[in-house]
T-cell receptor
Framework: DTAVSQTPKYLVTQMGNDKSIKCEQN?????MYWYKQDSKKFLKIMFS???????INETVPNRFSPKSPDKAHLNLHINSLELGDSAVYFC????????????FGPGTRLLVL | AQRVTQPEKLLSVFKGAPVELKCNYSYSGSPELFWYVQYSRQRLQLLLR??SRESIKGFTADLNKGETSFHLKKPFAQEEDSAMYYCALSGNSGGSNYKLTFGKGTLLTVNP
């Protein structure tokens, strides 16, 4: 059984378009995250939700809007895509306590042309 | 503020050689430290965490609070160890919100 899943796996789109990436976890965790891995493999947190409530927002442009319909899902909607948005986006989840392992999804590879 | 530094972007060793991936951190509180590994085009997965003090796939890491380091070591590298390794710190980002801060990663290549 896949613990943290993301769709789509690959996304190729034109500049200016709007796209969404979906994430689901079946681990019963209460906290979910979005990370961006850039072309240099640098991994940076974007958002974190705990029980559908936004708890971390790391100065991400407001073109990025996360939505958590329930604690098992965290979707990422991106408006007016730019070339610099090309990256791999990883979703992760854990229980919100210090020291708890985060479990990552397989990643969504976004290419903006 | 919390910061993780991995000074080596690339590390290349021969099979059977010892390997050490360096990690230093900066954090005012008591940190929880992790090593995550990403094999080629796969998801990140936990390799080990300092709190459990275990050895996974022959890797160990000791937290040295005096030197603020959490270096990853393996006495005899294997070709299947080739991957990107990320050191990460879990700290309090404000209130009770814990976030994971990653280093920039070290790409380990183990040559035959």
């Amino acid at each position: 059984d896949t613990a943290v899943s993301q769709t789509p796996k690959y996304l190729v789109t034109q500049m200016g378009n709007d796209k969404s990436i979906k994430c689901e976890q079946n681990l019963g965790h209460d906290t979910m995250y979005w990370y961006k891995q850039d072309s240099k493999k640098f991994l940076k947190i974007m958002f974190s939700y705990n029980n559908k409530e936004l708890i971390i927002n790391e100065t991400v442009p407001n073109r990025f809007s996360p939505k958590s319909p329930d604690k098992a899902h965290l979707n990422l909607h991106i408006n007016s895509l730019e070339l610099g948005d090309s990256a791999v986006y990883f979703c992760a989840s854990n229980q919100r306590t210090i020291g708890e392992t985060q479990y990552f999804g397989p990643g969504t590879r976004l290419l903006v042309l | 503020a919390q910061r993780v530094t991995q000074p080596e972007k690339l590390l290349s060793v021969f099979k059977g050689a010892p390997v050490e991936l360096k990690c230093n951190y900066s954090y005012s509180g008591s940190p929880e430290l992790f090593w995550y590994v990403q094999y080629s085009r796969q998801r990140l997965q936990l390799l080990l965490r300092h709190i459990s003090r275990e050895s996974i796939k022959g890797f160990t890491a000791d937290l040295n609070k005096g030197e603020t380091s959490f270096h990853l070591k393996k006495p005899f590298a294997q070709e299947e160890d080739s991957a990107m390794y990320y050191c990460a710190l879990s700290g309090n980002s404000g209130g009770s919100n814990y976030k994971l801060t990653f280093g920039k990663g070290t790409l380990l290549t183990v040559n035959p």
